[in-house]
């Protein structure tokens, strides 16, 4: 909330949405509520790509937000 900059600001709100919405689907189709997807839980889930993926985006994320929080551009 306290970005200086916008794109980081929206760039880490959409990674945080990602995160939540794959662990809500997993969770609703582990109650049985939804039928299973398919889709793997963030860096729980057995799965190569997925945990790649998923390690690069927060990777980007985190440096995103250390360079807003320096001030750097």
Same mark, same amino acid.
């Given at each position: $909330? +306290? ?5 980081? !600001? ?11 919405? +794959? ?5 609703? /189709?582990?109650?049985?509520? =939804?039928?299973?997807?398919? $889709?793997?839980?963030? =860096?729980? /889930?057995?799965?190569? #790509? #997925?945990?790649? &993926? =998923?390690?690069?985006? !927060?990777?980007? $994320?985190?440096?995103?937000?250390? $360079?807003?929080?320096? &001030?750097? +551009?």
């Amino acid at each position: $909330m +306290q970005a200086h900059n916008r794109f980081a !600001f929206y760039t880490v709100g959409g990674t945080a949405a990602l995160f939540m919405i +794959q662990i809500c689907i997993n969770l609703i /189709s582990t109650l049985h509520i =939804f039928a299973p997807t398919g $889709m793997t839980l963030p =860096f729980i /889930s057995y799965g190569g #790509s #997925s945990l790649v &993926g =998923f390690c690069i985006l !927060f990777g980007m $994320m985190l440096a995103l937000v250390r $360079m807003d929080k320096w &001030g750097q +551009q």
